[in-house]
């Protein structure tokens, strides 16, 4: 069949995998406010103005964390499907299970049908969120991986945006095509999904793990070398991938248990907690309760009406538009100054909100607000304060840890370990995002403000992790990446190689080579001997 080259185009299809992920978390909480939803699974009865209250706030957090649980087992079990199957067949899996899962939702009549369509959902989502990255990595040249790999943050954001809206639209519906109708529709990205890949190749590093040299050459010459198998960058790409492949195949310990070797721990771990800090910034309060935090400032009418969501809207816009940046430079800037001013900026914004709820709240009186977790209630130029910080917050995770953490993880592992090491740092993610989704509404009933507290010491720590211990990966080849973490290298540490602290964006070199003028050799930026005007993190 026909193959596309385009590595535009290739990472343009295959986010859509990202965009399901984005359809999941804002279908809940436009929905969760709406009067259909609220009465179709409603266990809490209804209020003096006789409305609707919904389901239990444990239960309600159950619902949100369905999918991020079954997330948490797709994204583990993609490890396998995806160094058995392919990169590309593991996503076409990803998306025949959703289309399932959706029409599940879509028809839901009870919270166990709702619970179950979402863990069917989550678990597509699961895969293609840990798969898509690695697919996009192993295709794209160094100079751009990070750009390329981070639209996959940015279809997440337009995912959420889209949804978002669908759910606004729909919620003007009378009835219960407010939720079946946005439910419905995101069947149909997916569908787009199964047979746009079907004109994309295959990882060309998988396909060569596969010993299938041939093929792999020609899906390098495809994407990189306007069809020329003989091109310089092929021909460099090729003996990087074989020396790679040879050299894993005489020395490797190639199992699951590899990624807990002493040599490989650092790397495992580091990948893993990309992850979880990513969660703990505390973003995804805003995603999926943003409705609650708006309402306790103000934002809600009193009839049940829907006037807190547009706002909310605003901070998905928001979300969409401060990605781009990212997308244009975080090449140039790096990972580690990246992620080291977002956990710096989301710590101040957590900071800020969680004083002026402490000074300027009151405690909601017991029905003011139609959900416990909207614990409290501020107003004024106070109110106004805490949602212009909201959104400095988005603006703050948007650009950096946002793509980041997906462009992060597939960069530090050798090619043998890469599929199951990402997964393991994706099912992370998942298992926090799961965790905070359940937590986060009763930690507004409980510990109110200082649930903002405990996000802004997670960014405070984060920050000191990623300083001390997450070494710079922006422009190196993923084959050269691993030279970092060797520790028999003059000044590297035993276990965890290069110090972190020490480690360069090397990009004018990868650029050169990319227009043939360095050899591999000088690229790698060892410390020591690192080339004048490099930039430091
Ligand atoms: C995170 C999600 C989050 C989204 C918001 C992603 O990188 O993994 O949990 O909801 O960004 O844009």
């Known amino acids: 069949m026909y193959k596309v080259g385009n590595i535009y185009f290739i990472a343009a299809v295959v986010v859509i995998g990202g965009a399901l992920f984005g359809f999941d978390i804002s279908s809940m909480s436009a929905i969760i406010a709406t009067q259909a939803y609220l009465c179709q699974f409603n266990q809490l009865g209804h209020n003096k103005s006789g409305l609707c209250m919904g389901p239990t706030e444990s239960v309600q957090g159950g619902i949100v964390a369905a999918m991020p649980g079954g997330s948490w087992l797709g994204a583990l079990v993609s490890g396998i499907l995806s160094d058995r199957f392919g990169r590309k067949t593991s996503i076409q899996i990803g998306a025949v299970i959703w289309v399932v899962g959706s029409v599940i939702v879509c028809a839901a009549v009870n919270i166990p049908m709702l619970v179950v369509g979402r863990i069917i959902n989550g678990f597509s989502v699961g895969i293609c969120s840990a798969q898509v990255p690695v697919y996009i990595s192993e ?44 439910w419905g529709l995101q069947a149909i990205p997916a569908i787009l999904l199964y047979i746009g890949l079907l004109f994309l190749p295959e990882s060309p590093r998988w396909i060569a793990k596969k010993d299938r040299w041939d093929e792999a050459k020609a899906v390098l010459a495809l994407v990189h070398g306007k069809g020329d198998q003989n091109s310089p960058w092929v021909s460099r790409e090729m003996a990087e991938i074989r020396d790679m492949v040879e050299f894993e195949r005489a020395n490797a310990d190639v199992s699951y248990l590899e990624l807990l070797h002493p040599k ?15 969660q703990l910034t505390g973003m995804n309060v805003m995603m999926y309760y943003i409705t609650y935090v708006f309402t306790m400032a103000g934002l ?79 107003s004024g130029p106070a109110a106004k304060a805490v949602i212009a910080s909201t959104y400095l917050f988005v603006a703050s995770f948007a650009p950096t840890w946002g793509p980041v953490s997906w462009t992060y993880p597939p960069e530090l592992y050798p090619l043998r370990l890469r599929g199951k090491a990402v997964a393991l740092s994706t099912s992370a993610n998942w298992a926090f995002n799961f965790a905070l989704a359940y937590f986060v509404p009763p930690a507004f009933v409980n510990i109110t403000w200082k649930t903002y507290v405990l996000f802004a010491v997670f960014c405070a720590a984060m920050f000191v992790h990623v300083y001390f211990v997450f070494p710079e990966t922006a422009n190196k080849p993923l084959e050269e990446v691993q030279e970092i973490f060797d520790d028999s290298k003059p000044g590297a540490i035993k276990f965890l190689g290069t110090p972190a602290w020490k480690t360069r964006n090397t990009r004018h070199l990868v650029l050169q080579q990319e227009r043939n003028e360095v050899s591999s050799e000088e690229r790698v930026g060892i410390p020591g001997q690192e080339i004048k005007g490099t930039t430091s993190a």
């Open 139 to 182: 295709l794209a040249p160094p100079s751009k991986r990070g750009r390329l790999v981070g639209f996959q943050q940015w279809a997440i954001t337009w995912g959420i945006l889209i949804m978002f809206f669908i759910c606004y639209g729909s919620s003007y519906i009378d009835g219960k095509a407010a939720f079946r109708l946005p």
């Open 264 to 278: 490989m721990l650092n790397r495992t771990s580091i990948g893993v907690f990309t992850q979880i800090w990513s």
């Open 300 to 378: 809600a009418d009193s009839n049940g009406g829907n006037a807190v969501l547009l706002p909310s809207g605003i901070q998905f816009v928001i979300n969409v538009v401060m990605t781009v940046p990212a997308l244009l430079w975080m090449d140039r800037w790096g990972r580690r100054p990246t992620l080291l001013a977002g956990a710096f900026l989301m710590c101040l914004w957590l900071s800020v909100n969680a004083g002026l709820f402490a000074t300027y709240s009151r405690p909601a009186r017991p029905g003011e607000f139609p959900s416990k977790s909207e614990s409290m209630t501020i």
